[in-house]
């Protein structure tokens, strides 16, 4: 079946550096990828929605310039978490939606922690 | 914006005994899921209702799904300790677009 990989699925770095996290469809194409974020013991929720070729939509509260979402390919969204803190030391999870005549399915990765120390 | 609501928060049960946990939305959905995510990892999907359905069976597991309640619940039969987990409902306004999850409900199966 779909497979979303998220790269890495661990990642440390210091305080006021940025990271890169990768979501790519492996057997699909996705014109439509969405970011969540969930802090512990807490639900997810939604950053944002990539969407292929064009910018990203943000949610209300997300700051665009410091979770920077590029899709540049019907494979691959990134988000880089820019100049990170502490407080954005979170787990970081992708969903990619397949199209298909008439279906869409949505697929999720398995995550990213990141630890911002 | 968050919709869904787990019910219970918390649950803890012994193996072999069912656990049930509900959850509640607000508006209209096209079609209601149920996730799994043991601690740390990411998400499992375990079964999708569509809103003109009732109920669906998958394995041990069963979903209900009211509408006319805006309730749904995901019922586990002779739990397992491989169970324990947490577990989310996320609805989905129109096929395809993005979910909203609700809190969640960590189930403990105690061996």
């Known amino acids: 079946g779909a497979v979303v990989s998220q790269h890495p699925s661990w990642v440390i770095c210091k305080s006021g550096t940025s990271v890169k996290i990768e979501c790519r469809s492996l057997?699909?194409?996705?014109?439509?990828m969405f970011w969540y974020r969930q802090f512990p013991k807490q639900s997810l929720m939604l950053m944002a929605t990539?969407?292929?070729?064009?910018?990203?939509?943000?949610e209300q509260g997300v700051e665009k310039d410091k979770f920077l979402i590029n899709h540049a390919s019907l494979t691959l969204s990134t988000l880089t978490v820019t100049s990170a803190h502490p407080e954005d030391s979170s787990f970081y999870i992708c969903?990619?939606?397949?199209?298909?005549?008439?279906?869409?399915?949505?697929?999720f990765g398995e995550g990213s922690w990141l630890t911002v120390v | 914006s968050q919709q869904g609501e787990e019910d219970p928060q918390a649950l803890s049960i012994q193996e072999g005994e069912n656990a049930t946990m509900n959850c509640s939305y607000k508006t209209s959905i096209n079609n209601l899921q149920w996730y799994r995510q043991n601690s740390g990892r990411g998400l499992v999907h375990l079964i999708l209702?569509?809103?003109?359905?009732r109920e669906k069976h998958s394995g041990r597991l069963r979903v209900t799904l009211d509408t006319s309640k805006k309730s749904s619940s995901l019922l586990i039969t002779a739990s397992r300790a491989a169970d324990t987990a947490s577990y989310f409902c996320a609805t989905a306004h129109n096929y395809g677009q993005n979910f909203v999850f609700g809190p969640g409900t960590r189930l403990s199966v105690l061996p």
């Open positions: 969903s990619a939606r397949e199209d298909r005549v008439s279906v869409h399915t949505i697929y």
């Open positions: 990539s969407n292929e070729g064009s910018k990203a939509t943000y």
């Open positions: 209702i569509r809103s003109n359905e």
């Open positions: 057997d699909f194409q996705a014109t439509t």
